[in-house]
């Protein structure tokens, strides 16, 4: 027989082995957690402990009830949950069949389980939790980044696990008026279907998620951030211009670009000292064979108004002075099979154990040594997911556990490393730029690009949607690489064409960064440590032809001029967790034609931009979302909302409109 109790603010519901808890968490929000074990995992991951908060529970012989706030959630005796608005509207109901209870609605012979603890021999559990589909008009966003041209997720099948362009973020923002954390750092699946919503986690000691409930999205994300964290607040010099290429191979060079920047009167806040900088990796400090004087290089630097940014690898060779001592004291991530080997690129390597409170102390303790106390405050933490070679997960051993069962968390202690050392360094307003993240990173001053993706139209359409359903993931801070990072000659039309059309995106990103690996490789300039990188070809804005330089130049003006703006929604994304860039249906929920726009979003509350995405456009057709009017940013002509007009796009011009008064 089963049993419903309340401890405290937690309904209990046990079965055979099972133990099931639900509590309050947050506004209108409700924790659920279940085990088949001794004791219930006390770990929260992503989640921080809210203030205390009650709840009304009611027993009664057929069911147990738990409320707070707007959702209510009900536990059958068979153990089915149930959640609901205040209104009564069923927000998301649990997908189970079995004949527990011959009374029920769902009594059936399949024996389907809802929350399924499948055990692995010797282990612990591979974990399906299904739920009921909310019907074939919910729709679905957040989830994190991937490289797909989808906004909304209805019908995805996708993989809870980190590569190189992937951020798995596993929280779901719901038409139907919910917000849903799957709070497990497991490698696993999701599936957004039309018959069932399921979850899986490979390898697990127990199933952990957070539900909340609310009448708009922004009160649901505003919500969630809560739970989570919110960032810092953004630097003012981050919301300008940042110059980056693949790779400026020595001090002299460097700086060149940056006097040829200020040279020229073009706005630049941040300059670059991309990877293999360094002897070896794991040693992480400047060459001096090609970076002699860095203290001389990050004074001139700040001298002109720019911030340097260097990369962090977590990956460590055999033969850096780091290596041995690292291993020997555990800092390392193991392997379970063959030799330990994690990433082999330009020799193998092995990461630094993120996961380790004693490794992030040591990794800091280099960087603050060689960069921090040199002047550096914003760092590049590259490789963040981390990236495999072969992405064995159930091969990859960390000191929290199995990758397999905990790997999506190495992204968070990542940032967590460098966050926690500038802090207690004195430093405010921390950002660091890293390529993945999971849900809480944002808490950690993580600024997240989409990694090494193609430099194509089909590329840029991806990033739209990625930069999104990120910021609806709890990621406000988000950017890609100007024109895309893999390929791009600077000499080809397609290409000045492309990074036209992606520049102009890129103003109306949370960050404005230029980055890529353009053709051709540029000759080696040295013979000794990571020399052997090469570099790419010029990427700095004048390196496209003087089309391109003269609509580069004027979108650096206009950045500059939305600074004030900008400024305020890195207030909003601080204080409320407001996502920089949304979806039309963020600001505009009761127009039903706003949730259907894919290609185009709102900058703040006040710009609508509508990117260019195809090669050859020289126009396209714009929704205006309907309870506002809207002003052509370009001609000044006024429309009202809740209709689609064709405006023109030449290639200097990326459609915007404005709302209410002009915000620069």
Known sequence: ??????????LIYSYDAEKLWLEPWGKNSLRVRAAKQAEMPQEDWALLRPAEASAEIIITEEQGEIQNGKLRAVVTKSGQITFFHQDGRVLLKEYSRNRKDVFAENCSALEIEAREFRPIPGGDYRLTVRFESGGRDEKVYGMGQYQQPLLNLK?????LAHRNSQ?????????KGYGFLWNN?????CVFGSNTTTWEAFSTKGMDYWITAGDSPAEIEEAYSSVTGRVPMMPEYAMGFWQCKLRYQTQEELLHIAREYKRRGLPISVIVVDFFHWPKQ??????????PDPDGMIRELKEMGIELMVSIWPTVERDSENYQEMREKGYLIRTERGVRVGLDFMSPTIHYDATNPQAREYLWGKAKQNYFDKGIRIFWLD?????YSVYDFDNYRYYLGMNLQIGNIYPVCYAKTFYDGQQAAGQENILNLLRCAWAGSQRYGALVWSGDIHSSFASLR???????????????WWTTDIGGFHGGDPTDPSFRELLIRWFEYGTFCPVMRLHGDREPKQPQVGTTGGAACLSGADNEVWSFGEEAFEICKSYLNLREKMKPYITKLMREAHEKGTPVMRPLFYDFPQDDASWDCEDEYMFGPQVLAAPILWAGARERRVYLPAGASWTDYWTGEVSEGGQTITVAAPLDRIPIFLRGERPW
């Open 1 to 10: 027989m089963s049993v419903l109790k309340q401890e405290g603010n937690r």
């Open 383 to 387: 490789e963040a997911e981390p990236e």
């Open 282 to 291: 794991g040693e992480w400090k400047f060459d001096p064979t090609y970076w």
């Open 185 to 189: 750092p497991a490698v696993g699946r």
């Open 167 to 175: 951020a798995s973020v596993p929280f779901a923002l719901s038409s």
């Open 462 to 476: 991806n990033q739209v949607c990625a930069g999104l359903n990120m910021g609806l993931a709890g990621i406000p």
């Open 155 to 159: 019908g995805a099948d996708l993989e």
